[in-house]
């Protein structure tokens, strides 16, 4: 079974802090996906990796993909309670099956 | 954006009943996907759709149909609602195959 860890499961921190959250698997991904989740809403793609060792950054949000394409990170710079909310990974197996979720990291931004 | 509605949003229901959730799209994209979320589960794949009358099963599709018979609109019943089944529902649509989704506001069912 093709698994997507994501570590922390629960954070919250200060505004104006950093963080790094982490999605992990064993299993190599064409592409991952990051989306981010409010309250009452459905998650909202943020974006998506490709290639091995790619790097992208949306305003203060950093996402990179391993260079084996098993692992992927998002990094918050100066994080806003705006940032609140559940953050999912999910990725395409390299078989080109069904989409793999993780769980999700659930961030409070504490003004 | 694509346009994509989910109906009801918010429903309880009794054990034993039958129960339809619709969703709506807009921009005739031929993927659609019901997922359900849940604590501890994250979301799981129902059944999904490449087309009209073309659907298949998802991962937790035990007590689901689907039915499409219009590009724009994709139904989930629940045949006889168990409590088990209560959660929230998504919809989602996929512009192209292997791309992103996007997703609905979600149906909160609480079956009693």
């Known amino acids: 079974t093709q698994l997507l860890e994501q570590s922390p499961q629960f954070l919250s921190i200060q505004e104006g802090e950093n963080l790094t959250v982490y999605c992990n698997s064993s299993?190599?991904?064409?592409?991952l996906q990051w989306y981010r989740q409010e309250p009452g809403e459905g998650p909202v793609l943020l974006v998506t990796?490709?290639?091995g060792g790619e790097v992208k950054k949306l305003k203060r949000l950093t996402f990179q993909f391993g260079d084996a394409r098993k692992d992927s990170s998002l990094h918050i710079t100066a994080a806003q309670p705006g940032d609140t909310g559940l953050y999912l990974c999910?990725?395409?197996?390299?078989?080109?099956?069904?989409?793999?979720w993780g769980l999700g990291t659930s961030l409070a931004v504490n003004p | 954006d694509a346009g994509i509605t989910q109906s009801p949003r918010h429903k309880v229901t009794e054990t034993g009943t039958p129960v339809t959730l619709r969703c709506h799209q807009t921009?005739?994209?031929?993927?659609m996907y019901w997922y359900r979320q849940d604590p501890g589960h994250g979301l799981r794949l129902i059944h999904y759709?490449?087309?009209?009358?073309?659907?298949d099963k998802g991962e937790v599709s035990d007590g689901y149909s689907v039915s499409r018979s219009k590009t724009e609109d994709f139904l989930l019943t629940l045949e006889s609602a168990t409590s088990s089944q209560t959660s929230v529902y998504f919809c989602?649509?996929?512009?192209?195959?292997?791309?992103?989704?996007?997703f609905g506001s979600g149906t909160r069912l609480t079956v009693v």
């Open positions: 999910a990725g395409t197996p390299g078989d080109n099956r069904k989409l793999i």
């Open positions: 299993s190599v991904f064409s592409s």
């Open positions: 990796v490709v290639t």
């Open positions: 921009e005739n994209h031929r993927y």
């Open positions: 759709s490449y087309g009209v009358k073309d659907t």
């Open positions: 989602a649509i996929r512009t192209k195959n292997l791309g992103p989704y996007t």
